[in-house]
């Protein structure tokens, strides 16, 4: 491989290991917040327990989402200057109200939910995790007003050898954007209700004894499930209205991965919508389906991917579509040398976290809801020590 | 409208140091000050409520980078590529070991972690100090130069400093000293200083390469109305997780 496929290597795999983890992120926290909301009105033990549950859940998935992001952001300096000494006056906008305004809240309030337990005024609380769940998705549509302007770069003109920007508003309603953001979102909702599903049916084949907890937990699955793929699915064609002519023409890679989508999209909707749904008040009792339910929890992540290959490889050779080329926005000067280290320190390193930290979320789903360490009462494990003893 | 956005990257960079510092401090002293399992569990419980709202700030630095600065931004993160890399992988480990390290009960496995918060720790406080230094000469210095190391050691312990004043502001008695806000306060700037410096040096030249108006106008409409969110959020942190009975609460998340 060149130095340009090996940067583009690099882009892709550490991109798809983060989305792998932000996919679930989006599904998962509007379903923790709205737990925590039941918890805060109900007062009851169920509610408390489904929200310290997979509030869990989603803070192990949190964890690699972050560390991949960083090196996401970094990477565009890295190995991509190109890209902003062309266009960042244009492209740079939309990335920096990403990292100052929509993370940088999403992580402060985060941090506030996870250690504000028991300190914390309950409301108060409750507000932090509707916070992070907002500003998580402000940061999807930020990024996604990003990469809809590689895909059709409006609001701007070519003005003394680079992008300069003339109309945010335009990067706002980019026709690429407007489908492609509602499509993402249901990706994740669909994604985060499929979670609930798989991990309630193990449980319940299990025979759990938390029978009342996976039932719940398996009916908030299936709704959400369903409401995420109808989104998703209608989103997903009506984008084909901004699609760029010929986007899918050029490249095999792209359009197996589009069409394999599409294909198996159909058939999971048909599953949810058709078997799901209507079954969604006795699933739990049918010890049949729930080695399918368990089986089928992998594919929403592995349609996720072939989506951003469709939509990234379909764009391929273009950085910026029919503006700059990929091999024009690499940074001058980048050596195969210094891309195959770092390739191989981000892959061998965020590969082996990804591994050990899905290995950590699925321990903590077979441990199921009793004894968990968020929001853990003090000292609910520690040995106590005499307040003398230091 | 430069000036402005030139005082929000430079109020950014030196709050991440001054706040980011103290964990990064804290970090580096768990070998030292953390002999036994239960004493690394206080030092990172004390710190752990306020990890993800410090680390933050330098992700913003890297956005505002991008978005005042574009031109630079490629010149700057490529012209220090080895030195970034090394620092976004210890900064990866260090993560990695908060969040990982109490998710599984054995000895060895929290061991394992904290040693990675450690090493991560210095891994980035050192490398930030040949960063600056290398910033400082405009890229132009080869990559291991003696003064980039000499950096690298004073960073790593005004970070160990700040760090220590921090758990003595936090858990007063706990690792053998008691500390004012104020003092924390001191060690802060202290731990700000070399990139503060770095910053008036650069000021003209930052000046000089901000993105044109237009943009710079989306981003004042856009991002400045959220700073005082912002600031009310960081402040809510610190009122919270201020020091009194119960600072630290064991277990603690991370």
Redesign the interface.
């Known amino acids: 491989m060149d130095v340009l496929d090996l940067a583009r290597t690099q882009f892709a795999v550490t991109g798809s290991l983060h989305f792998l983890f932000v996919v679930l992120t989006l599904g998962l926290a509007p379903l923790v917040a709205i737990m925590h909301t039941r918890w805060a009105r109900s007062g009851k033990p169920l509610h408390e327990q489904m929200t310290r549950f997979w509030g869990q859940i989603y ?2 998935n949190y ?1 690699l989402g ?2 991949t992001g ?2 996401m ?2 990477q ?3 190995s ?6 062309y266009a ?6 939309p ?7 929509a ?3 999403e ?6 939910w ?3 337990w ?3 005024p309950k409301w108060a609380h409750v507000a932090c995790i509707w916070v992070v769940t907002l500003t998580a998705y402000a940061s999807a549509f930020f990024i996604m007003v990003a990469n809809s302007y590689l895909q059709n770069p409006v609001g701007s003109v070519f003005r003394n050898g680079r992008m ?3 109309d ?1 508003f335009a990067l706002l309603t980019n026709k690429s954007l407007v489908f492609s953001y509602p499509h993402v979102i249901g990706a994740g909702l669909f994604t985060g209700g499929m979670v609930l599903v798989g991990a309630s049916a193990y449980q319940l084949w299990r025979r759990t004894q938390d029978l009342e907890f996976f039932t719940a937990s398996l009916r908030t699955g299936v709704v959400t499930a369903g409401i995420g793929i109808l989104v998703t699915i209608s989103f997903g064609y009506a984008q084909f209205a901004g699609v760029a002519e010929g986007k899918f023409g050029n490249s095999g890679l792209a359009a197996t991965a589009l069409g394999l989508m599409i294909e198996s999209g159909q058939y999971l909707a048909l599953v949810v919508l058709l078997g799901m749904w209507p079954l969604v008040r006795s699933l739990h009792r049918r010890r049949w389906a729930h080695p399918i339910l368990m089986v089928m929890t992998p594919l929403p992540f592995a349609l996720a991917i072939l989506g951003w290959i469709a939509r990234e490889v379909g764009r391929q050779p273009w950085m910026i579509w029919e503006r700059l080329s990929v091999a024009d926005a690499m ?1 001058p ?2 050596t195969s040398g ?1 891309i195959t ?2 390739l191989v ?2 892959v061998a ?2 590969g082996l ?1 990804a591994i ?2 899905y290995v ?1 979320i699925a ?2 789903i077979r441990r199921g809801p009793q004894r968990l ?2 929001g ?1 009462a ?5 040995p106590r ?1 005499p307040a003398l003893s ?1 | 409208m430069e000036i402005l956005w030139f005082v929000v990257f430079a109020a950014l960079l030196a709050g991440y140091f001054a706040l980011e510092g103290f964990d990064l401090g804290v970090g580096l002293l768990l070998p030292v000050l953390g002999r036994t399992r239960e004493n690394r569990d206080r030092m990172v419980a004390a710190m752990a409520p306020y990890v993800l709202a410090n680390e933050v700030w330098l992700v913003a630095v890297a956005g505002t980078l991008f978005g005042v600065y574009p031109l630079l931004e490629g010149e700057v993160l490529f012209g220090l590529y080895p030195l970034v890399v090394a620092m976004l992988l210890s900064w990866v480990l260090r993560d990695a070991g908060l969040w990982f390290r109490r998710r599984l009960d054995g000895r060895r496995w929290r061991g394992f972690w904290d040693a990675m918060i450690a090493f991560g720790s210095l891994g980035l406080s050192f490398c930030w100090g040949m960063a600056l230094f290398a910033a400082a000469t405009g890229f132009e210095s080869p990559a291991v130069h003696p003064l980039g190391v000499l950096l690298g050691v004073v960073v790593s312990g005004l970070f160990a400093l700040h760090g220590w004043m921090f758990l003595a502001w936090r858990t007063p008695g706990v690792f053998g000293g008691t500390r004012s806000g104020r003092a924390l306060l001191v060690s802060g700037m202290a731990a700000a200083l070399p990139v503060v410096a770095l910053l008036a040096g650069a000021m003209p030249y930052l000046l000089a390469h901000s993105a044109p108006a237009s943009t710079l106008n989306v981003l004042s409409l856009m991002a400045l109305p959220f700073a005082p969110v912002m600031v009310g959020a960081q402040v809510w942190v610190w009122r919270t997780f201020r020091p009194g009975k119960d600072a630290v609460r064991l277990p603690s998340f991370f």
């Open positions: 803070v192990i964890a972050i560390v960083l090196v952001e970094f565009f300096g890295l991509w200057s190109g890209l902003s000494h960042g006056d244009v492209f740079g906008a990335l920096a109200m990403e990292t100052l305004v993370f940088f809240l992580s402060t309030f985060l941090g506030l996870i250690f504000g028991r300190r914390l300069e920007l003339v945010f940074s000067g980048l210094m280290t770092s320190g981000f390193v965020l976290l050990v930290d950590l321990r903590a360490a968020l853990a003090a000292d609910a494990d520690e020590s230091y």
